[in-house]
């Protein structure tokens, strides 16, 4: 089972978030490209970390909104998704090569990826994107999505996903944010959870009723919920105590 | 004798220059890549229109400054011009990847062009950008230059640049934009200056004299000249016609 | 009858519209505050225009989105879109002071207009900008909308508005732009619309059918249809030989 | 003597500092205008805490430079200065209507107020966006340098500044950040420094040597050294332990 965690979401002389910390406990790390967050010294810091850590580093492109940090969704056609998820890869490949490291997957950031979740033009926009850039790189999507199926029609290897610290419906999706409840805080929760999502491939719905079944190649851990690097450890440690291998995903 | 023209300078709903005009005459085009001008959509197109039309694709960084279209010079640090200028090289790259193309040189733009031939630091840091991302692109600079200096330390290929339509002085410097006569717009006149440059190695300088030494290996003609198309295609056509050989710089 | 235009949709080294000619043919400038257009020295030259030919001076705020153009709806919030505007307002109002005109009216630009037609929160935000600013300001909106309706409720004086050059439905929506015969590009034509809806508040609709009300204090004429000065005079010839008083909106 | 701290310096999701301790210290506001730092929705925050607090509010305006924090010279023209600088200015003040509060002065941030300081140009252009503003607004500048010497020649009142945390040398000006010695982080050092300026006028260089003249109306804490809140309470408890009325600038 892969880790992921968002990374590099400082700008200028703001801060990001625990990076190295959360870093540690994840195998994956999902880098902000300069749109939502991540300027150019940033990156470049960020995948330094992340080869000195021996992390999978990912490509994480969002919508062009730095002041709403990529939360918000946008009237974009597919080619301005398709064109600015393109120039993301590319820069933050820049850095890849710079410091001798090979990007290894893509995860659309905030609302970039809940729209895309939904709309097939934009789901497609992405997966093209990802194909004109590199079609050996992973492609992270909810289960049950069409992102996913513009991914597997697109001929990219999808990397299915699930949420240690999000809590989710019946029907698959998850409980917004603002929502009660839709944060796992407590680290044991999200760690158990976690170890039935990779042992069983069930979730247990927020709004009641029997586990539901979710395929996930990688688990998310957020960056940005409180105490995340013990929610982050506690998953990592309580998976490798299941005798699930933590690993990235592989070539 | 290459011939570079500047390209892609659109940004969002304002429009560019002549780009397939001057594209016609030139053989390598600098193409903006989002600080300074060229949206991802932008971008796009002409990376596209450079493949349609076979001509080198090259990338023109510039400061972060988009208000200002690059032409202010900025109190950078080298590692702010070195991690800016990857960010751009990669993110051009993505839409030569998408295109099936290769990024042949890189050419500064604007301020950062010009505060690289005289400041060490920003001259290096920019070669350092390069050498980071691919050590087989050519390096644009003005001969006599610290920027040219830069590219050569770096193990860079350097492309000696002169100026069709661009008066200099007898010190080597350009005169600067704004001087009366900085601008050269007669097509012929500028078309002879290239001729001697590529010829017999010389300019006239502007302030008297004899003709001072000017090693290129490529000639640029600016898209943003009144008549811009015509100076460009005189160029070309005065070349031929002197004989000289006008194809894109080596592999 | 009023005749409202947009301008000073400049940014930087890329110019913007027929501005003088668009505003001799009209009473009231809308003029864009730097979101989506119009940077200080574009807004100080608009104001500047504006008080020479003694045009009436009102903001068109947008969406933060400059590569997009405000074109693109975004989900912001109210409290977002509230102090988008109000920072826009002031923005331009320094100008206005600077060059010793008052502000008279505000109209939304693009996406964040078309949104506030329809969406109660966004309409409200919008008016409550402008209350915060300046109650005595003009507030367009058109006529039959959430946003009129947002602007009564909060107390301004919300000026109808129609478009010369803009076919509409039966049901009082704009042809969206994009469709066929969405612009009304003959100057005549559009001319002999103005005339109706001033004298007979009455519009024919694209779909066929009776003509349908509209009241209308101001037509905008847009900037960037071809031929756009034609039409715009086309438009005030039209509306004095039929005897309507072209005036700015009251004080 | 009045205290005033730069406030507002948040962006979108990323934290400002700690602005209400800092406020209860001081008794003027430096609040972020958008171009260094302060979206507007941090505009609104930020008045709305000097309103409650009843602290003066002024503006802070800076280059345009998100990504550097508004710290990096550049070589913007007199005019892109002047209308850069009122356009912050009109910005701010739409919150301050909003608020109900009247906007007292202006003070430089970071590197435009470093230029303005050495540069006439850039000095002039920042006081004449100020009289075009509002001719009764306080103008912060050193004292003995051309930023004070322009604002009275265009008839501004100049709040002459001291800085109770920054180190300056025997010539007037300060110890670069960076310097070692630059920042003094001791409140009760700080705190002594700030009560001879205020009563003695004289402030003892880094560089050796007898205390200088420095005249102050205005004493500076910054916000972002380490215990910044400490080092103002420290600044405010001595003032007024050593007989000094700590009030914001008249009317």
């Not at 926009?125 to 050996?136: C, I, L, S």
């Not at 992102?147 to 019946?170: I, K, P, S, T």
């Not at 796992?184 to 959870?193: G, N, S, V, Y």
């Not at 190649?217 to 409180?226: A, N």
């Amino acid at each position: 089972m892969d880790i992921n965690v968002d990374m590099g979401e400082a700008f200028g002389a703001w801060p990001g978030g625990p990076d190295e910390a959360m870093l540690r406990a994840a195998t994956s790390a999902n880098v902000a490209c300069g749109f939502h967050a991540g300027d150019p010294r940033t990156m470049a810091r960020t995948v330094d970390l992340c080869r000195r850590l021996g992390r999978n580093v990912g490509a994480h492109p969002s919508y062009p909104d730095l002041v709403g940090f990529g939360r918000r969704a946008m009237a974009a056609t597919p080619e301005e998704v398709r064109t600015d998820v393109l120039y993301q890869l590319g820069a933050l490949d820049a850095f890849c090569r710079g410091a001798g490291v090979r990007m290894r997957h893509v995860k659309g950031h905030g609302a970039i990826y809940n729209v895309a979740v939904k709309d097939a033009p934009t789901a497609r926009a992405m997966a093209e994107a990802v194909v004109a850039f590199d079609k050996t790189l992973w492609f992270f999507a909810l289960p049950g999505t069409l992102l996913g199926e513009a991914g597997q029609a697109a001929g990219l290897r999808v990397a299915w996903e699930a949420f240690a610290d999000r809590a989710v419906r019946r029907d698959g999706t998850l409980v917004p944010r603002g929502q009660p409840g839709a944060l796992i805080t407590d680290p044991e929760t999200a760690a158990a959870r976690a170890v039935r999502i990779a042992r069983e491939g069930v979730v247990v719905p927020a709004d009641g009723g029997e586990p539901i079944p979710w395929r996930a190649d990688t688990i998310c851990v957020h960056s940005d919920t409180p105490g995340a690097p013990e929610i982050a450890a506690a998953v990592r440690r309580a998976l490798e105590a299941a005798g699930v291998e933590v690993r990235p995903l592989g070539e």
